[in-house]
């Protein structure tokens, strides 16, 4: 044999076994199956039979008997009226929503920078003068709040950090 015609059907035969290769591979790779449309699905459904008698029987009980007052009594609703809520824009620029729980004396000042519940610390209405012992963060210092106005319309922030040397203020209006 010649050598140009070993090397011919030498690369005769490694293109034969590359193609055998290739249809091999391809028909081992598995082809996605289609998900069911929704129509599908419902066609496909199943009816479920249903039982005319009920899961569980209802025994409800009726006092023949009861009077006005005893069915009174038994739907009096508690509302909550000792609390209430305001939103107040300060400046410098801070939103402040308050939460006012008059029946234990506290209010709720709520901020971006956290939250603290401070009690009132005066008997009068105006201005009504709320206190805590820590920032809004929760860090050592104070936070004073000091609502004006029957309405509470106006308020004015304190805080400041442990030192107590930079007190920053900010002076408050009701938006609601």
């Known amino acids: 044999m010649s050598l140009k015609l070993s090397k011919s059907l030498r690369a005769s035969a490694v293109m034969s076994g590359l193609f055998a ?8 790779q598995q082809e996605p199956e ?10 496909t459904e199943q009816a479920t039979p249903m039982s005319a008698e ?3 029987p209802n025994d409800a009980v009726v006092a023949a008997d009861a009077t006005v007052n005893e069915v009174q009594e038994d739907t009096v609703a508690n509302v909550n009226t000792g609390v209430t809520q305001m939103t107040y824009l300060c400046s410098p620029e801070l939103k402040v929503e308050v939460t006012y729980k008059e029946d ?19 008997d009068g209405t105006n201005p009504g003068v709320y ?5 809004l963060s929760g860090a050592a210092g104070f936070t004073q ?7 509470r319309a106006t308020g004015v922030m304190r805080t400041a ?15 609601n």
Not at 21 to 28: F, G, Q
Not at 104 to 122: Q, R
Not at 161 to 174: F, Q
């Open 145 to 151: 709040w000091r609502v004006a106005h029957e309405d």
């Open 161 to 175: 950090g442990e030192s107590e040397s930079s007190v920053n203020t900010y002076e408050c209006d009701a938006t």
């Open 54 to 56: 009920p899961a569980e």
């Open 34 to 43: 289609t998900e069911p449309s929704l129509e599908e699905d419902i066609a």
């Open 131 to 135: 206190e805590v012992k820590t920032t």
């Open 104 to 122: 234990i004396n506290e209010a709720v000042l709520s901020t971006d920078e956290g939250t603290v519940t401070v009690v009132k610390t005066n």
């Open 21 to 28: 290769c290739a249809i091999s591979i391809s028909a081992c």
